[in-house]
């Protein structure tokens, strides 16, 4: 048996057989992006590939100075540097000084103008955008059966609410037939009428996400009658399904977020809404309460009984007060009486005659004021205190009176 080495010996044996290769330390090389990262440390993770083959390539964050553009998925570059070997992972792979943009890839560029056409056709208008369930109760899920992605949607969902029915179809998500199984699941998922469908899968260079891209998955996604969610890839990745689909997620996990809602803040939730409904009850019935004894009031004021009790005490009043003025008033009368009666009294010709005076008529019982009414041989009746005579003239006498109403003289008739 020969010598055995550890792996760090032959890793390390291997980087040097790279170094010691005059062409890999200065070497240019041509092909498409894809799986491009911009890491938080400044340094790019990016692959170039072409019809061939895929070359892993690493531009650390010093090298930086002379990239004067963005990298996207799809660009054409020619990439300048060293190939070495990674000891740690056994992997080789491009370190870049320079990179220079040579055009747009073919997926790219494919990619661009079916996303230009769907776009003037109208499929990813706001319009015909169908809103997401609230409450979602079934969830339908396109997706491969295995990868991080599904799991993940099961996990969240299953945090979120232990009680959402799940329903999986297991579609091939990368490579040939990819596109067909998608447009399947969501047909065959759409027939079984769930509330929302999500349609996704994990991260990947732009060929891995490339069925998500294909117009018959589009389609699919803009007829189903079911609200779609597309989650594919991670949040700056972008594909012709999250444009049409009827909302966009970043990742599959962002998807479970937004299709299923949380059983415990739902139930929070429905205990405010019990609290308000018995608040606004309680409310209600106390002012019934209070409508109804106000209506109890006024009936009451507006019964007959009532009525009449009123009307009777009213009468009283009245009655009351008329007698207390009808009493004021024969008062009044009484003194007003007692007043004319001693008047009268004073005035009253059986009294003048009961002080010797006499009523004195003529035959036709005309009273005798004057002494011109009478003559001699007249017969005149004598009106006195307790009887009546009758006499004859036999003679008269007329008094004269000065102007004071003094006697002085006086003539005589036989």
Not at 65 to 79: A, T
Not at 166 to 171: G, K, Q, R, S, V
Not at 285 to 291: G, H, I, S
Not at 400 to 409: D, F, I, K, L, P
Request: glycine content about 8%; overall charge positive; some cysteine.
């Amino acid at each position: 048996m020969g010598s055995v080495y550890t792996v760090a010996q032959a890793n390390t044996y291997i980087k040097n057989m790279f170094t010691q290769d005059f062409l890999l330390n200065n070497i240019s090389v041509k092909g498409e992006i894809s799986n491009c990262k911009y890491h938080s440390s400044g340094h790019i993770y990016f692959s170039i590939k072409d019809k061939s083959g895929v070359l892993s390539c690493v531009m650390f964050a010093g090298r930086r100075k002379g990239l004067n553009f963005q990298m996207h998925e799809g660009d054409r570059v020619i990439v300048t540097g060293n190939i070495s070997v990674y000891e740690r992972d056994g992997k080789y792979q491009l370190y870049a000084d320079k990179i220079e943009q040579e055009g747009t890839g073919d997926l790219y560029q494919r990619f661009l103008e079916l996303k230009k056409e769907l776009e003037e056709m109208g499929m990813f208008a706001a319009e015909y955008k169908k809103p997401i369930p609230k409450y979602a109760g079934t969830v339908g899920i396109v997706t491969a059966s295995t990868g991080a992605a599904v799991q993940d949607i099961i996990q969240i969902a299953r945090r979120r609410n232990p009680f959402v029915k799940l329903i999986l179809y297991p579609a091939k998500v990368q490579g040939e037939g990819a596109a067909a199984s998608i447009v399947n699941g969501i047909r065959c998922l759409e027939r079984m009428k769930p509330d929302v469908i999500i349609v996704g899968r994990g991260g990947g260079s732009i060929e891995d996400l490339w069925a998500f891209n294909e117009e018959i998955v589009a389609r699919a996604i803009f007829e189903c009658e079911i609200p779609v969610i597309s989650a594919v890839g991670h949040e700056v990745d972008y594909t012709i399904a999250d444009f049409v689909a009827d909302l966009r997620a970043p990742t599959p996990s962002a998807a479970a977020e937004l299709a299923v809602f949380e059983y415990d803040k739902f139930l929070e939730y429905l205990k405010y809404l019990e609290d308000r409904l018995n608040q606004k009850i309680t409310n209600r019935l106390k002012n019934c309460k209070n409508r109804l004894e106000q209506a109890q009031w006024k009936l009451e004021k507006m019964s007959p009984s009532v009525l009449v009790q009123s009307r009777r005490r009213q009468l009283q009043e009245y009655m009351e007060r008329l007698q207390n003025r009808m009493g004021d008033k024969i008062k009044n009368h009484r003194h007003l009486l007692a007043m004319y009666s001693l008047r009268l009294e004073g005035q009253s010709p059986l009294k003048k005659l009961s002080g010797g005076y006499a009523f004195i008529t003529d035959r036709e019982g005309k009273p005798i004021r004057d002494i011109h009414q009478v003559a001699v041989s007249d017969a005149v009746d004598i009106t006195l205190k307790n009887g009546r005579a009758k006499a004859v003239i036999q003679e008269t006498e007329t008094f004269r009176t000065g102007q004071n109403g003094g006697s002085h003289g006086s003539d005589k008739k036989c």
